[in-house]
């Protein structure tokens, strides 16, 4: 995940890269935030893999470590970040979800859909406890963007390039949405088809 905090003169911007720590939910990340940068104003939640096979193809090893990494990972990150918001009766949390948590799709890609589905349900969990605040909470869901991540994807329908993508990403993180799809076009609307159609569809547009 990456943490970060602004403080001073306008546009300083300080952050601390946190590790994603499985088995117990620590709090080493809030830690490192509240005693390097004197406390935290936003965290952004960004564990990510994309392993992935085929339901029943023999190659569990590549679904777990991916349900591990994108949903338990970014919960223990959840945990941390919230006490610490919780002490300083503020904060930011920034969930980086995915465009396919619109939608479980098949194949290769079954258990990464299922752990952004996952993490943008936690979003949206949170969004009604904090309803009304000290926290805000956005799910960011962003579609194919030029990364090492995404080269590893068997299929990168519309995708972006990486300056595209990242301005998109900060650009919704700064206006504090309660959940966004970017780059909004054409995200926002693909994300809405594919609510409605069926999941065999779904995976032809992500």
């Known amino acids: 995940g990456r943490a970060a905090r602004q403080h001073g003169q306008a546009g300083e911007f300080h952050g601390v890269g946190v590790e994603r720590f499985l088995g117990h939910a620590d709090r080493r990340g809030a830690i490192v935030g509240q005693h390097v940068l004197g406390g935290l104003d936003r965290v952004v939640v960004n564990a990510g893999i994309a392993k992935g ?14 349900i591990e990494t ?16 919780k002490e300083q009766g ?6 980086i979800s995915s465009v396919t948590a619109a939608k479980g799709l098949p194949g290769t890609k079954a258990a ?15 969004r009604a406890e904090y309803a009304s605040g000290p926290i805000k909470v956005s799910t960011i869901e962003p579609g194919y963007i030029q990364t090492d991540l995404s080269a590893k994807s068997p299929t990168t329908p519309m995708m972006v390039d990486t300056k595209t993508g990242v301005t998109a990403m900060v650009d919704a993180i700064e206006r504090e949405p309660g959940r966004a799809a970017v780059p ?6 693909v994300t809405l088809i594919m609510r409605l159609i069926p999941p065999r569809l779904a995976g032809r547009l992500a």
Do not use: C, D, M
């Not at 994108?70 to 918001?85: D, K, M, W």
């Not at 503020?90 to 969930?95: F, I, M």
């Not at 990464?112 to 949170?126: R, V």
């Open 90 to 95: 503020r904060g930011h949390l920034v969930l």
């Open 53 to 66: 096979w085929h339901l029943g193809g023999g190659k569990s090893w590549a679904n777990i470590q991916t």
């Open 70 to 85: 994108n949903l338990i990972g970014a919960l223990v990150q959840i945990e941390a970040s919230l006490a610490l918001f």
């Open 184 to 189: 909004r076009w054409p995200w926002a609307p």
């Open 112 to 126: 990464y859909a299922a752990s952004k589905a996952g993490l943008s349900s936690l979003g949206e969990s949170l």
